[in-house]
């Protein structure tokens, strides 16, 4: 399996609703470390398995929308838990669209899976990963 993988990071603040989540209920901050990794069984006939530059800017394009952002201001968010892993899948799944409509230098449909990781901090993190499709 071939891998292109793009970082990034978004800075963010929520709250969560739970017990389970105990001083996290309360409005709280947090820096994400974001990469995207993009899976493919070959290349394409260029070599790759997707424009990195492409890539980065599709992963910048989701991110935008969340940094320096109250998630829980957020209308697509309202009434949810916005933990890592909640995050790791919502990015996938703009950048799953992103393959789809061919917007990374190649199709779609090439592409075996994508995985998105959120790095909370030098000892934990979250990922997601699924078909494009």
Known sequence: MFAVEVRDHI????SFRGELFGP???????TFVVDAAFLSE???ENGVVIDIGRAHEALKEVLGPLNYKNLD?????RGKNTTTEFLTKHIHDH????AREN???RAGDELKAIRVT???SHV???WYEAPVA
């Open 24 to 30: 996290a209920q309360a409005l709280h901050g947090a």
């Open 42 to 44: 070959a290349l394409d």
């Open 95 to 98: 950048l799953a669209k992103a």
């Open 11 to 14: 800075m963010i603040a929520h």
């Open 103 to 105: 917007r990374l230098g």
């Open 73 to 77: 201001d957020i209308e697509e968010f």
């Open 118 to 120: 959120l790095s909370e």
């Open 124 to 126: 934990a993190r979250a």
